[in-house]
């Protein structure tokens, strides 16, 4: 266990400049901030390299530190100032830790096991883009794929809108959107597109009924949508009906409307 009362230590640095994304990628690493993220980093086993955490923290959560340490992981206590140098919330909660990349290949990820998938397709907003992968855990997903032009997930706000779920599915990065779309389809899943813009809807039966089935769920652009070009390689493009006088619903909200339709049809 080491103690740092000055920001410019040689670890405390070598954290910081993991909120860049060309160093998170060199290094395989990325932040997690609060006990929440930092509990399912622990549960997550082998992926909790090191902890910061103050001396509150250490009075408040003992238990937690406790898991902590059994998990083998790097220990340092660290002044209030000096967390908040190395926090990037606004209200700092007291402990970071730096964890090692999660994702894991294409052919892992989409299986024949695979029943409901999400493939974000060139997402660009960290908040929506955690919030698809919260969504997917919570609708009991068998994995996320991050494909094309999607935000990094391991962008500091990417990781805390996945509210810890980050550590809970196979995640997949760096594959192109058709990539996935292939993988997904020799896999045995049917692929749908979630899109204002389509000519079937979530709640017509011929869906309905077909949601019972292995599915992948395309979710796009949070300003443009799915190009033509990915909405031809998709067996569906399916809109969520409007009801109300909404113009339309966000992504996050969307994409949880339809993965949990696709996890009540498999389920029942």
């Known amino acids: 266990m080491t103690d740092f009362t000055s920001p410019r230590a040689a670890r405390l640095s070598a954290a910081r400049r993991l909120s860049k994304r060309s160093f998170r990628a060199q290094d395989r690493a990325f932040l997690a901030e609060g006990p929440q993220a930092i509990s399912e980093a622990v549960n997550a086993q082998g992926v909790l390299r090191e902890v910061f955490y103050t001396s509150s923290v250490a009075a408040k959560l003992p238990d937690l530190l406790e898991a902590v340490r059994a998990s083998g992981a790097q220990m340092h206590t660290v002044a209030e100032t000096v967390l908040d140098s190395l926090a990037q919330t606004i209200t700092p909660q007291g402990i970071i830790g730096v964890c090692s990349f999660i994702d894991v290949p294409l052919e892992q990820s989409l299986t024949t096991k695979s029943k409901l998938v999400s493939i974000l397709a060139n997402v660009r907003d960290p908040g929506n883009a955690g919030t698809v992968i919260r969504c997917s855990d919570a ?94 390689l998709c067996d569906e493009v399916v809109a969520v009906p409007i009801y109300g006088q909404a113009e339309s619903l966000n992504l996050g909200t969307a994409a949880a409307v339809c993965l949990y339709a696709s996890a009540r049809e498999q389920r029942s």
């Open 139 to 232: 609708a009991g997903a068998d994995a996320v794929i991050v494909a094309g032009e999607s935000v990094d997930p391991y962008n500091a706000k990417a990781v805390r809108a996945s509210a810890g779920s980050l550590f809970h599915l196979p995640l997949s990065v760096g594959v192109s959107v058709a990539q996935a779309i292939a993988q997904a389809k020799q896999a045995g899943l049917q692929v749908f597109a979630a899109d204002g813009g389509g000519s079937a809807t979530l709640d017509q039966r011929q869906i309905v009924s077909a949601m019972a089935q292995p599915t992948a769920w395309v979710f796009g652009n949070e300003a443009w949508g799915l190009p033509e070009d990915i909405l031809q």
